[in-house]
C-alpha cells in the first residue's frame, strides 16, 4: 500500500505545475538576429599553421612555478 501511495505521490507532482505553451513559435525566436559575420578558414587555418594560435604554454608554466619557488624561498626565510 506505501508503493501505491508513493507512485501516486510521484505522479501528481508535475500535474501541479503549468503546461508548457507548445503553440505557434515567438516573434523574437523567428526574427532574424544579428548574427556575427563569418570569417573565411584559411587564413584562420595559415595562422594556426604559423604557430600564431596559441603561445608556448612550457615557457609560461617554468615562469608561475619559478615565481612561486620564489614565494616559498620568500615565506621559509621570513619563518612563515
Known amino acids: 500500500m506505501t508503493r501505491l501511495a508513493l507512485w ?5 507532482i508535475p500535474a501541479c505545475s503549468a ?3 507548445l503553440g505557434a513559435p515567438r516573434s523574437s525566436l523567428t526574427a532574424q538576429p544579428g548574427w556575427p559575420t ?3 578558414l584559411a587564413p584562420v587555418i595559415a595562422a594556426a599553421d604559423a604557430g600564431a594560435a ?3 604554454p612550457t615557457a609560461t608554466e617554468q615562469a608561475r ?3 612561486l619557488r620564489a614565494r616559498a624561498a620568500a ?4 619563518g612563515t
Request: charged share 15%.
Open 19 to 21: 503546461a508548457p505553451d
Open 54 to 56: 596559441l603561445p608556448d
Open 38 to 40: 563569418l570569417l573565411p
Open 65 to 67: 612555478a619559478e615565481a
Open 8 to 12: 501516486l505521490a510521484l505522479g501528481l
Open 75 to 78: 615565506m621559509q626565510a621570513a
